[in-house]
């Protein structure tokens, strides 16, 4: 199956998403495809699995134009992607899901036992680990991801598309995924697409890649090559890293006494912090091992079952989150769109609302601010675009804008999580800059080489268990792996 898209234009009232778009993807190669936060490479995808519609242009599949309009028809056509976050059916096991959508798999009119014998033949030859009978809710990010491949597979998918898919897995479960896709391209003769931040990952599986800036396809190299040869191409230069000068560590402004937390899943006693101003603590762990637990607990947005929790000696046990807020704990969430940032206010709205109006809103004000941090931030988006509007990467920095300039904590999730390397580079200016002047910062991350550059303590959760690494500058990003996996005695 060889892939041809021809002058592919996508626009969004005046946003050019994709500009004039011809690039030909052959199969048995492994594509990573580049660019940064907005370039418009989630957009072309989208249009390739009929997610969304190109306003002009044609794909060919072997010489053949086609229809991708609606997934459905783009799986038809042998296009299958696999979403950041799969869209699994929560109440189902593995093998309903997995046969979901098969011929004969509604309701089973083909034998259980088929599509058991199917499910249990993919999950040998990739070492998937799919339990037929477990309940989707209850597997893992690796698990739901592989989940989704295999039916893909099933349905006869021939180019299989990746976004940022290794986000919250472990070092082993990328290894099974790479392993199963080095597989369905060189031996199978699949296409595979893989949209990636992650350089590393990209040099680590791709035959060649493309690069987009602005909605236009700016260039294409035939791996291998260095990261830096990869950021000169998307970025047109070397990227200055940024300076970590050391700060200066304050008093205690934070801490927690044996605090005791519990969800449905997890139970965390004997929980103890002490966190200085200007400190940056890094928390790292596999998704739903105990960190998200934590750090909403220190923000005031999950009860405690034992314990104090103290913000300069006042005990904030018990308070609610506005409590927090009034006395400068900002809380930043991973899920942007769903809990950060609200899903049809406008960029100014937003702004609006984190302000301080008293006793009306001042819109012009808001406009102007918002208007302000547009700039500050280089935020590609206007006052006036609703927040679902800006790429990934762009709403990550209208988060950034919204916070205060110099609270006493903040507690944020991911703060870089999907943005470009740029992006990740000046978020990190922009924290660093509040840490000198004495904002205390925890944050988690499913980037090792993250926690490793920009923490001063690390604070490891697996299963809800929780091990302190105070000396960060003689740990690497290979024990770090092997303790988010449960192995201390690397340590
Ligand atoms: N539904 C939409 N409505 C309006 N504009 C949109 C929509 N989807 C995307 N855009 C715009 O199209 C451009 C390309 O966005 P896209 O999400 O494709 O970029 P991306 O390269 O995938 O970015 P990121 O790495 O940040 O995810 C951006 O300017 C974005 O704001």
């Not at 704990?329 to 100014?348: D, M, N, S």
């Not at 002047?437 to 001063?456: K, P, R």
Request: proline share 5%; aromatic share 6%.
């Amino acid at each position: 199956m060889n892939i041809e898209l021809l002058h592919i234009h996508k626009r969004f009232g005046p946003v050019h998403a994709n500009n004039d778009i011809t690039v030909t993807f052959n199969e048995g190669r492994i594509i990573g495809v580049l660019g940064e936060n907005g370039a418009g490479k989630s957009t072309l995808m989208k249009i390739l699995s009929g997610y969304q519609p190109a306003t002009s242009g044609e794909i060919r599949i072997d010489g053949k134009p086609v229809s991708t309009n609606g997934p459905l028809a783009a799986i038809g056509s042998g296009i299958g992607m696999l979403q950041q976050d799969p869209l699994d059916v929560g109440a189902f096991t593995v093998l309903e899901n997995f046969s979901y959508g098969q011929p004969g798999g509604l309701f089973f009119r083909k034998s259980r036992d088929y599509f058991k014998k199917q499910l249990a033949e993919y999950s040998q030859r990739f070492g998937f680990d799919l339990p037929p009978e477990m309940p989707i809710d209850a597997l893992s990010i690796a698990q739901r991801q592989q989940l989704e491949m295999v039916r893909l597979l099933a349905l006869g998918v021939r180019t299989l598309i990746l976004d940022e898919p290794t986000t919250g897995i472990s070092a082993e479960q990328k290894d099974a995924l790479f392993n199963a896709l080095r597989e369905l391209a060189h031996d199978d003769g699949m296409i595979v697409l893989l949209v990636s931040h992650k350089l590393e990952d990209v040099i680590a599986l791709c035959d060649e890649v493309i690069v987009l800036r602005a909605g236009e396809l700016v260039g294409a190299k035939e791996m291998p090559a260095t990261t830096q040869e990869l950021v000169a191409l998307m970025f047109g230069g070397e990227l200055p890293k940024p300076e970590r000068a050391p700060a200066p560590i304050g008093d205690v402004v934070f801490s927690l006494r044996d605090v005791h937390l519990r969800d449905t899943r997890l139970d965390m006693p004997n929980l103890n912090l002490s966190v200085r101003a200007g400190e940056v603590i890094g928390l790292a762990g596999l998704d739903g091992s105990g960190q998200t637990l934590f750090m909403r607990a220190c923000a005031g947005l999950e009860p405690t079952h034992g314990g104090r929790i103290l913000l300069n000696g006042a005990d904030m046990t018990g308070k609610h989150y506005r409590d927090y807020l009034t006395r400068q704990v900002v809380f930043g969430a991973a899920g942007r769109i769903e809990e950060g940032l609200v899903a049809g206010l406008t960029l100014t709205e937003h702004m609006a609302l984190v302000m301080d109006h008293k006793p009306i809103i001042q819109w012009p004000a808001a406009r102007q601010r918002m208007t302000q941090q547009i700039d500050h931030y280089a935020i590609r988006g206007r006052p006036g675009d609703h927040i679902e509007q800006l790429s990934g990467g762009n709403q990550q920095r209208v988060l950034m804008a919204l916070l205060p300039d110099a609270p006493q904590l903040l507690v944020l999730e991911q703060p870089t999580r999907g943005l470009d390397v740029e992006s990740a580079n000046w978020i990190w200016q922009q924290l660093l800059a509040r840490r000198e002047s004495g904002t205390a910062i925890i944050f988690s991350s499913a980037e090792l080489e993250e926690l490793v550059t920009y923490s001063d303590r690390i604070l490891v959760f697996y299963a809800g268990r929780v091990h302190e690494v105070t000396n960060v500058a003689d740990t690497n990003i290979d024990e770090l792996g092997h303790m988010i996996g449960g192995e201390f005695n690397h340590a």
